[in-house]
Every structure is written in structure tokens, then in C-alpha cells.
């Protein structure tokens, strides 16, 4: 059983009051021991590959921020962005697969849901697909609204 997931990984968050305005979202390897990571310039987007034999399955973390557009989501408002943007969501992760594990086939989404990550709204997403030498792979996508950063 292979796996995939483009998942938040050790966000960190500095502390905001008067003194540091805003939200500072960075993030760090999950295991540095068991995970390499690499930095996408100029798209805000880092990879973390877990090593060979540190892992049961070929897994894969990736990370990407982007402008949130709204600071505070409302619950009822995110978890109807998560029903109707499932459909989306399961094309770029189709396509992020490509990078990851090769080509997927018959991409379905398991669960869309509103979720807390690090006491932030996201929302979560699980595909179950069919990859290389058909073994089924496990894609988990989460969406975290943390200040003004979306990852």
C-alpha cells in the first residue's frame, strides 16, 4: 500500500500581541531523522520526502502557503467551501500526485471535513486511488487558515 500526503507538518506559530502584530505561520520537517526536505523558490512551497526504509510506504509531505482570504473563516462558510471544492481539490491533488508517485487512476474522494489543526480552521480531505503496479494510495490534502497565510 503505497501513501501520499500534502498535509501541514510541524506549523509553528510565533506569538501575536502588540509587540508581533499579525500571525507568523513556519514549518519544519516532520522527523528530521526519518525526513529530507527540499524548497521550492519563488513558490512558496516546500517537499519533505521520508527516506528509504525510515518509512513503511513511500510518503511524501508537501507544503505550500498562499494569501488565506479571510482571517477568521466562518465554520458554516468552510464546511461548504469543503463540499463544493472537493471536485478541485481532487484534480490539484491528481496533478501534485504526478510529481509524487506517478500517475493516479480512479482519484476518489473518501471525506471532506471541517477540521482544528494547531487551534486553526482547515479543512481535510482524504482520496483513495489507484497508482503504479495498482497498489491503492492514500491522499490526505489539508487546507489551514492560519491569520492571513493559507497552507
Given at each position: 500500500m503505497a501513501a501520499a500526503a500534502l498535509s501541514l507538518a510541524g506549523c509553528m506559530t510565533a506569538?501575536?500581541?502588540p509587540e508581533h502584530p499579525g500571525t507568523r505561520v513556519t514549518f519544519k520537517s516532520p522527523d528530521p531523522e526519518k525526513w529530507t526536505g527540499t524548497r521550492v523558490f519563488g513558490e512558496?512551497?516546500?517537499?519533505f520526502?521520508?527516506?528509504p526504509l525510515a518509512?513503511?510506504?513511500?510518503?511524501i509531505v508537501?507544503?505550500?502557503?498562499?494569501?488565506?482570504?479571510?482571517?477568521?473563516?466562518?465554520?458554516?462558510?468552510?464546511?461548504?467551501?469543503?463540499?463544493?471544492?472537493?471536485?478541485r481539490q481532487m484534480a490539484q491533488t491528481e496533478q501534485a500526485s504526478t510529481e509524487a508517485v506517478g500517475r493516479l487512476r480512479d482519484l476518489t474522494l473518501v471525506s471532506s471535513r471541517v477540521a482544528?489543526?494547531?487551534?486553526?480552521?482547515?479543512v481535510h480531505w482524504e482520496y483513495k486511488a489507484t497508482g503504479p503496479n495498482d497498489?491503492?494510495?492514500?491522499?490526505v490534502r489539508d487546507m489551514?487558515?492560519?491569520?492571513?497565510t493559507m497552507r
Amino acid at each position: 500500500m503505497a501513501a501520499a500526503a500534502l498535509s501541514l507538518a510541524g506549523c509553528m506559530t510565533a506569538a501575536v500581541g502588540p509587540e508581533h502584530p499579525g500571525t507568523r505561520v513556519t514549518f519544519k520537517s516532520p522527523d528530521p531523522e526519518k525526513w529530507t526536505g527540499t524548497r521550492v523558490f519563488g513558490e512558496r512551497r516546500s517537499i519533505f520526502r521520508c527516506r528509504p526504509l525510515a518509512c513503511p510506504e513511500y510518503s511524501i509531505v508537501s507544503i505550500r502557503t498562499a494569501a488565506s482570504p479571510t482571517r477568521s473563516p466562518d465554520p458554516v462558510a468552510l464546511q461548504k467551501f469543503a463540499e463544493a471544492d472537493a471536485q478541485r481539490q481532487m484534480a490539484q491533488t491528481e496533478q501534485a500526485s504526478t510529481e509524487a508517485v506517478g500517475r493516479l487512476r480512479d482519484l476518489t474522494l473518501v471525506s471532506s471535513r471541517v477540521a482544528k489543526m494547531k487551534e486553526f480552521p482547515a479543512v481535510h480531505w482524504e482520496y483513495k486511488a489507484t497508482g503504479p503496479n495498482d497498489k491503492p494510495v492514500y491522499v490526505v490534502r489539508d487546507m489551514v487558515f492560519a491569520g492571513n497565510t493559507m497552507r
